[in-house]
Protein backbone atom coordinates (compact mmCIF):
# COMPACT_ATOMS: atom_id res chain seq x y z
CA UNK A 1 0.00 0.00 0.00
CA UNK A 2 1.65 3.45 -1.15
CA UNK A 3 1.48 6.60 1.38
CA UNK A 4 -0.71 9.53 1.09
CA UNK A 5 1.93 13.17 0.45
CA UNK A 6 0.92 13.78 4.07
CA UNK A 7 1.71 10.63 5.69
CA UNK A 8 5.09 8.89 6.80
CA UNK A 9 6.45 5.36 7.21
CA UNK A 10 3.27 4.17 7.47
CA UNK A 11 -0.66 5.06 6.58
CA UNK A 12 -2.69 7.33 9.44
CA UNK A 13 -4.93 4.14 9.08
CA UNK A 14 -2.10 1.65 10.90
CA UNK A 15 -0.95 4.52 12.85
CA UNK A 16 -4.35 4.46 14.44
CA UNK A 17 -4.94 1.19 14.72
CA UNK A 18 -1.63 -0.13 16.01
CA UNK A 19 -2.64 -2.84 18.16
CA UNK A 20 -0.81 -1.85 21.72
CA UNK A 21 -1.05 -4.54 24.92
CA UNK A 22 -1.58 -1.64 27.32
CA UNK A 23 0.30 -3.84 29.38
CA UNK A 24 2.34 -1.49 30.87
CA UNK A 25 -0.19 0.23 32.43
CA UNK A 26 -0.29 -2.58 35.35
CA UNK A 27 1.29 -5.09 37.02
CA UNK A 28 1.86 -9.26 36.45
CA UNK A 29 1.00 -8.50 33.03
CA UNK A 30 1.47 -11.30 30.98
CA UNK A 31 4.85 -9.91 29.53
CA UNK A 32 5.77 -10.21 33.22
CA UNK A 33 4.56 -13.98 34.18
CA UNK A 34 7.11 -14.88 31.41
CA UNK A 35 10.08 -14.06 33.42
CA UNK A 36 8.17 -15.36 37.27
CA UNK A 37 10.52 -17.85 39.17
CA UNK A 38 13.37 -16.94 36.55
CA UNK A 39 14.57 -13.47 37.55
CA UNK A 40 13.91 -10.55 39.97
CA UNK A 41 12.75 -7.76 37.64
CA UNK A 42 10.72 -4.69 38.77
CA UNK A 43 8.43 -4.96 35.87
CA UNK A 44 8.41 -5.95 32.33
CA UNK A 45 5.98 -5.19 29.38
CA UNK A 46 5.84 -4.96 25.66
CA UNK A 47 4.27 -2.03 23.17
CA UNK A 48 2.81 -3.67 20.67
CA UNK A 49 0.86 -7.37 19.83
CA UNK A 50 2.74 -9.35 17.03
CA UNK A 51 1.18 -11.32 14.83
CA UNK A 52 2.52 -13.52 11.84
CA UNK A 53 1.94 -11.25 8.73
CA UNK A 54 0.50 -8.43 10.78
CA UNK A 55 1.68 -4.81 10.44
CA UNK A 56 4.22 -4.94 13.41
CA UNK A 57 5.78 -7.75 12.13
CA UNK A 58 6.51 -5.70 9.16
CA UNK A 59 7.59 -2.97 10.28
CA UNK A 60 10.05 -4.45 12.62
CA UNK A 61 11.22 -6.80 9.61
CA UNK A 62 12.01 -3.16 7.66
CA UNK A 63 13.37 -2.48 10.94
CA UNK A 64 15.77 -5.50 11.59
CA UNK A 65 16.79 -6.05 7.68
CA UNK A 66 15.96 -3.36 5.48
CA UNK A 67 17.90 -0.69 7.69
CA UNK A 68 14.77 1.43 8.19
CA UNK A 69 15.83 2.89 11.39
CA UNK A 70 13.63 5.66 11.26
CA UNK A 71 11.23 2.81 11.88
CA UNK A 72 12.67 1.85 15.35
CA UNK A 73 12.64 5.66 16.26
CA UNK A 74 9.47 6.23 15.62
CA UNK A 75 8.33 3.54 17.72
CA UNK A 76 10.50 4.17 20.15
CA UNK A 77 8.84 7.88 20.62
CA UNK A 78 5.97 6.40 20.44
CA UNK A 79 6.17 3.93 23.23
CA UNK A 80 8.38 6.12 25.33
CA UNK A 81 5.47 8.66 25.61
CA UNK A 82 3.68 5.56 27.08
CA UNK A 83 5.82 5.32 29.57
CA UNK A 84 6.83 8.18 30.31
CA UNK A 85 4.41 8.42 33.55
CA UNK A 86 3.23 6.24 35.95
CA UNK A 87 4.59 3.17 37.42
CA UNK A 88 7.81 3.86 34.77
CA UNK A 89 9.19 7.35 35.90
CA UNK A 90 11.68 6.17 37.82
CA UNK A 91 14.04 4.58 35.06
CA UNK A 92 17.68 5.53 35.42
CA UNK A 93 18.97 4.38 32.53
CA UNK A 94 17.98 2.81 29.16
CA UNK A 95 20.13 -0.19 27.47
CA UNK A 96 19.70 -2.35 24.36
CA UNK A 97 19.72 -5.45 24.08
CA UNK A 98 23.41 -5.92 22.22
CA UNK A 99 24.73 -7.53 18.92
CA UNK A 100 27.60 -9.36 18.86
CA UNK A 101 30.18 -7.50 17.07
CA UNK A 102 30.56 -10.03 14.19
CA UNK A 103 26.66 -9.70 14.02
CA UNK A 104 27.01 -5.65 14.10
CA UNK A 105 29.69 -5.89 11.44
CA UNK A 106 27.82 -7.67 9.29
CA UNK A 107 24.41 -5.60 9.58
CA UNK A 108 26.26 -2.21 9.99
CA UNK A 109 23.70 -1.45 13.03
CA UNK A 110 21.95 -2.53 16.08
CA UNK A 111 17.99 -2.65 15.48
CA UNK A 112 17.43 -2.06 18.99
CA UNK A 113 19.35 1.13 19.10
CA UNK A 114 16.77 3.97 17.62
CA UNK A 115 14.15 2.10 19.17
CA UNK A 116 16.30 3.34 22.47
CA UNK A 117 16.72 6.73 21.46
CA UNK A 118 13.36 7.28 20.61
CA UNK A 119 12.39 6.01 23.86
CA UNK A 120 15.34 8.02 25.65
CA UNK A 121 14.17 11.16 24.49
CA UNK A 122 10.33 11.48 25.59
CA UNK A 123 11.02 9.63 28.57
CA UNK A 124 14.25 12.31 29.55
CA UNK A 125 16.45 9.45 30.64
CA UNK A 126 19.76 8.78 29.27
CA UNK A 127 20.89 5.79 27.34
CA UNK A 128 23.67 3.77 26.84
CA UNK A 129 24.99 1.61 24.14
CA UNK A 130 28.26 0.36 25.85
CA UNK A 131 27.54 -0.97 29.06
CA UNK A 132 26.41 -4.56 28.43
CA UNK A 133 28.39 -6.61 25.66
CA UNK A 134 28.14 -10.28 24.20
CA UNK A 135 30.23 -12.46 25.43
CA UNK A 136 30.13 -14.87 21.90
CA UNK A 137 27.31 -15.13 19.16
CA UNK A 138 24.99 -17.49 19.83
CA UNK A 139 23.09 -19.96 17.02
CA UNK A 140 19.90 -19.06 15.86
CA UNK A 141 16.86 -19.25 18.29
CA UNK A 142 14.35 -20.57 15.39
CA UNK A 143 12.55 -23.64 15.96
CA UNK A 144 14.66 -24.10 19.35
CA UNK A 145 12.38 -24.89 22.87
CA UNK A 146 12.06 -22.78 25.67
CA UNK A 147 14.74 -24.86 27.38
CA UNK A 148 17.33 -25.00 24.51
CA UNK A 149 16.75 -21.32 24.29
CA UNK A 150 17.87 -20.84 27.33
CA UNK A 151 20.67 -23.14 27.21
CA UNK A 152 22.05 -21.13 23.79
CA UNK A 153 22.29 -17.87 25.67
CA UNK A 154 23.20 -19.05 29.67
CA UNK A 155 26.34 -16.72 30.04
CA UNK A 156 25.86 -15.16 26.89
CA UNK A 157 26.13 -11.39 28.29
CA UNK A 158 28.39 -9.51 30.93
CA UNK A 159 28.71 -5.86 32.03
CA UNK A 160 31.68 -3.97 30.18
CA UNK A 161 31.29 -0.88 33.28
CA UNK A 162 29.74 -1.73 36.60
CA UNK A 163 30.08 1.44 37.72
CA UNK A 164 28.14 2.67 34.88
CA UNK A 165 24.98 0.50 36.16
CA UNK A 166 25.86 0.79 40.26
CA UNK A 167 23.02 2.42 41.62
CA UNK A 168 20.38 2.49 38.96
CA UNK A 169 17.00 1.09 37.54
CA UNK A 170 17.98 -0.32 34.06
CA UNK A 171 15.32 -0.68 31.19
CA UNK A 172 16.52 -2.85 29.15
CA UNK A 173 14.96 -2.93 25.72
CA UNK A 174 14.53 -5.72 22.95
CA UNK A 175 12.58 -5.25 19.72
CA UNK A 176 10.47 -8.90 20.38
CA UNK A 177 9.85 -11.33 22.96
CA UNK A 178 8.77 -14.44 22.23
CA UNK A 179 10.75 -17.60 25.14
CA UNK A 180 11.87 -14.10 26.48
CA UNK A 181 15.58 -16.16 26.83
CA UNK A 182 17.73 -13.88 25.32
CA UNK A 183 16.27 -10.27 27.14
CA UNK A 184 16.60 -12.57 30.45
CA UNK A 185 20.06 -13.40 30.07
CA UNK A 186 21.20 -9.55 29.12
CA UNK A 187 19.13 -8.76 32.14
CA UNK A 188 20.95 -11.42 34.55
CA UNK A 189 24.41 -10.26 33.84
CA UNK A 190 23.08 -6.89 34.64
CA UNK A 191 21.66 -8.08 37.66
CA UNK A 192 25.41 -9.38 38.61
CA UNK A 193 26.00 -5.93 39.89
CA UNK A 194 25.41 -4.69 43.24
CA UNK A 195 22.60 -2.65 44.17
CA UNK A 196 20.83 -2.73 40.34
CA UNK A 197 17.35 -3.32 39.56
CA UNK A 198 15.92 -4.12 36.02
CA UNK A 199 12.78 -3.68 34.14
CA UNK A 200 12.28 -4.69 30.73
CA UNK A 201 10.12 -3.83 27.61
CA UNK A 202 10.32 -4.70 24.21
CA UNK A 203 8.33 -3.13 21.30
CA UNK A 204 6.62 -6.28 20.70
CA UNK A 205 5.19 -9.99 21.87
CA UNK A 206 3.11 -12.43 20.96
CA UNK A 207 -0.63 -12.75 21.98
CA UNK A 208 -0.39 -13.83 25.22
CA UNK A 209 -3.01 -15.75 27.05
Not at 4 to 24: A, G
Not at 77 to 101: A, K, T, Y
Not at 115 to 122: R, Y
Not at 126 to 155: C, F, I, M
Given at each position: ????????????????????????????????????????????????????????????????????????????????????????????????????????????????????????????????TD????????????????????????????????????????????????????????????LE?????????????????
Amino acid sequence: MSLDEHEHLICDHCRNHLPTTKYWMFKENPVERIFWGKIPLVRATSYLHFTKGGIVQGMLHALKYNGALEVGEYLGHRFGRELRSGIWNDIDLIVPVPLHPKKLKKRGYNQCEPIVQGMAEEMNVPYRTDVLHRRTANSSQTRKGRYDRWLNVKELFEASDDSELHGKHVLIVDDVVTTGATIEACAAAALEIDDVRVSLATIACPSIA
